[in-house]
């Protein structure tokens, strides 16, 4: 390991900011037992010291948008979650250094993430430019494998937002919506096409404007690529069972940052 992924996971250790729980939480508890878990129903009370709503992205990798959705909304409390310690420092460092106090992150797997959270103590979720996982459904973080999981801990009828650079698992999401009758309440396939041909682009009256307002440094590079930038956004419910779609999807037929290239002749379910 280099002495400056040394130096970042020193840093990462000694930040307020910062919970680190990398390794699987052991065993589910017997009914009635307490999850040896930090902060499990206690991050409003005893992280956050507030009551104000809680917000996730999962995956944050660098933490620019936990950390820029904070800076945008001061009275909501926002939880970056990632398995990356060496990525999330920077937003790590960049939050501690401001002061913020609706800030933190959470280093762990995000398959145990309802390990973490208690009924009902997160309102939103954030899925920014997830790896589609185009081999194996039960990996995609939409997949109901995982909104299994994050009935356990999201309120009821609380917000998913799905942001992503790949049609292949934005098809897939809106494929498994429809197979579960949930109707998102906005969705683009080209989150930043001007309603004219006007050099200035207008803002588009699709409810996006809250995905446009912050930019990863990859979403740039993908846009810059003339790659359109896709968002979906709805509600997950407790109550009803959740469906698989049994739909054959072209898989992404670019090299996206970090995945293996896939030909546009092949699908996958």
Known sequence: MSKGKLAKFADMAANPLVVECPQAPSQPPLKGEELPLPLREGWGRSFFRNENPIVLELGCGRGEYTVGLARKYPDTNFIGVDIKGARMWTGAQEALKEGMTNVGFLRTHIEFIDRFFAPNEVSEIWLTFSDPQMKKATKRLTSTYFLERYRR?????????????????????????????????????????????????????????????????????????????????????????????????????????????????????
Not at 169 to 196: F, I
């Open 153 to 269: 801990f999201l309120i009821d009828g609380g917000l998913i937002h799905l942001k992503t650079d790949s049609n292949f698992l934005y098809t897939y999401t809106e494929e498994m919506l429809k197979a579960n009758h949930l109707v998102p309440e906005c969705s683009t396939r080209d989150l930043y096409k001007p309603l004219s041909n006007s050099p200035q682009r207008e803002e588009k009256p699709d409810g996006g404007e809250e995905a446009r307002s912050i930019q990863t440094y990859y979403e740039q590079m993908w846009h810059d690529r003339g790659i359109p930038i896709k968002y979906l956004r709805f509600r997950l419910p407790h109550n009803g069972q959740l469906l698989e779609p049994d739909v054959e999807i072209p898989l992404d037929e670019y090299r996206s940052y970090n995945r293996s290239k896939r030909s546009g002749s092949e699908t996958g379910k």
